[in-house]
């Protein structure tokens, strides 16, 4: 569950900062990026775990809103629902602390439970809010099954050699791929460094977010930046989210690379300009009015 504050600026250390606004809402990077791919029309099924909290309930309640399939989010007694503190500044600039609880117990034995459909989906699409060791174990079943594997290494964190030769693609922002290539970002030229020395390590294609100014596409045989739309932002809370979540319904639907990484920027952009996250994820309708209102396809 996010619990956010808006306020003029984010506190420093030691500091207290009077908040404008404050909301409790849905969240957690799966979910989001459940309910993202659920707007943008695909079928989704979520693995996971909520604590028997009052949160747990709710949360259950929101994916079930959006038609995502919850047969295997366990309800685990012996902890509580995770839960992030978030700061929004004016400009839309955000920090974010997560207490992990039930997130942190998803287990292999639950991805097994999930088998079936694994086996029948077009992509797993996975993040690091969950113990990296289900995250490598999903992974490589889907793998296994020929299903397309998606992973957003957030939060950051070092990656094995079979994960990063399991992923079809790997979407991390700048911080992330610094981690996992070693070079220090700083530039345009410098990110696509970067992911490039990230596929030479084995991932097969790596998009590397660079806010703004778009994402770096890197496969075995070219480098390129597709860019994104201009926009005013307010609340970047949800907007990788919804990236990850568009690059995975555009590749399941047999667009290409390129394609789907611009398709992606679009969904990311558009949620910049609206408060929250899951609530400022684009509907595939809102999202194809966004960009004909800007004369784009």
């Excluded at 799966?30 to 949160?55: C, E, H, P």
Aim: glycine share 8%; with cysteine.
């Amino acid at each position: 569950m996010d619990l956010t504050v808006k306020a003029e600026t984010i506190p420093r250390i030691g500091e207290t900062v009077l908040g404008k606004e404050f909301k409790m809402a849905p969240g957690g990077k799966g979910a989001n990026q459940a309910v993202a791919a659920a707007k943008l029309g695909s079928d989704v099924t979520i693995v996971g775990r909520v604590g028997a909290d009052f949160y747990g309930d709710r949360l259950i309640e929101n994916a079930e809103h959006y038609g995502i399939n919850t047969e295997f989010v366990v309800r685990d007694p012996e902890t509580y629902t995770g839960i992030a503190l978030i700061m929004v500044d004016k400009k839309g600039n955000n920090i974010i602390s997560v207490a992990q609880g039930a997130d942190s117990r998803c287990t292999i034995e639950d991805v097994d439970k999930a088998e079936n459909t694994l086996r029948t989906s077009s992509v797993l699409l996975v993040q690091l809010e969950i113990p990296i060791s289900v995250v490598e174990y999903a992974m490589r079943k889907a793998s296994y099954y020929g299903v397309r594997t998606i992973l957003n290494p957030a939060p950051a964190h070092k990656l094995s050699k079979r994960i990063m030769h399991d992923a079809f693609i790997l979407i991390p922002n700048e911080r992330e791929a610094e981690l996992l290539s070693g070079l220090r970002i700083t530039d345009i030229d410098s990110a696509r460094k970067a992911a490039k020395r990230i596929v030479e390590e084995g991932t097969r294609n790596v998009v590397l977010t660079i806010g703004k100014k778009g994402a770096i596409l890197a496969t075995r045989e070219e480098v390129v930046r597709v860019p994104a739309p201009r926009v005013k932002a307010i609340d970047t809370t949800g907007a990788g989210d919804a990236f990850c979540a568009a690059l995975a319904v555009s590749v399941s639907s047999g667009r290409n690379l390129k394609e789907s990484v611009g398709f992606a920027n679009w969904a990311g952009a558009y949620a910049t300009t609206k408060v929250g996250a899951q609530e400022a994820l684009p509907s595939l309708k809102e999202l194809r009015r966004f960009m004909h209102e800007r004369n784009s396809i």
